[in-house]
T-cell receptor, first 115, second 113 residues
Framework: EPEVTQTPSHQVTQMGQEVILRCVPI?????FYWYRQILGQKVEFLVS????????KSEIFDDQFSVERPDGSNFTLKIRSTKLEDSAMYFC?????????????FGEGSRLTVL | GNSVTQMEGPVTLSEEAFLTINCTYT??????LFWYVQYPGEGLQLLLK?????DKGSNKGFEATYRKETTSFHLEKGSVQVSDSAVYFC????????????FGGGTRLMVKP
């Protein structure tokens, strides 16, 4: 069964360092997403990506964040200069037809710990 | 804005017990409602959905009915199994939210044999 895969599963970094989280969405999907969950809090939307550009982003997704689909298979989230409050589980998701009509398929998550 | 409120967990039940996990929402317009489940070590998976008032979503013995009058989408199962132990997330989207899901905080269910 096709699945969304994420790497790394856990990353520890120092504050101020750049981090790249990688995702391989399901191959025929067209919509891509990043969500995050700070420990003990809600799963929060960060950004959606369609047709090689950002279609929606939340207030959390500030200039420190960027996304890229560099080669048609990977979908990456970059945090340029990490802060302590960026520590969270980051979930990648993909769907064929968008969130309202279709199902989102989530990866297992990448846990980011900023020290 | 949109918001989803779920009962806090953990919910601990014995096998074959009846399950209810409450979910209420605030949204403009006519949202679509979802339950996602996260089993240990896995990503979130869609469990069921309902896209209009009075619709009932069902899957794997779980059910939830879209109640617009009470703005609720409570998850129920008549007889839980140990394998149902997971975290359950209620979520919604609507036309005002574009391509974004709004999640509740999640409810951990632990089923004991």
């Amino acid at each position: 069964e096709p699945e969304v895969t994420q790497t790394p599963s856990h990353q520890v970094t120092q504050m101020g360092q750049e981090v790249i989280l990688r995702c391989v969405p399901i191959s025929n999907h067209l919509y891509f997403y990043w969500y995050r969950q700070i420990l003990g809090q809600k799963v929060e939307f960060l950004v959606s990506f369609y047709n090689n550009e950002i279609s929606e982003k939340s207030e959390i997704f500030d200039d420190q964040f960027s996304v890229e689909r560099p080669d048609g298979s990977n979908f990456t989230l970059k945090i340029r200069s990490t802060k302590l409050e960026d520590s969270a589980m980051y979930f990648c998701a993909s769907s064929f037809s968008g969130v309202d009509t279709g199902e989102l398929f989530f990866g297992e998550g990448s846990r980011l710990t900023v020290l | 804005g949109n918001s989803v409120t779920q009962m806090e967990g953990p919910v601990t039940l014995s096998e074959e017990a009846f399950l209810t996990i409450n979910c209420t929402y605030t949204a403009t317009g006519y949202p679509s409602l979802f339950w996602y489940v996260q089993y240990p070590g896995e990503g979130l998976q869609l469990l069921l959905k309902a896209t209009k008032a009075d619709d009932k979503g069902s899957n794997k013995g779980f059910e939830a009915t879209y109640r617009k009058e009470t703005t609720s989408f409570h998850l129920e199962k008549g007889s839980v199994q140990v394998s149902d132990s997971a975290v359950y997330f209620c979520a919604l989207t609507n036309n005002n939210a574009g391509n974004m899901l709004t999640f509740g905080g999640g409810t951990r269910l632990m089923v004991k044999p």
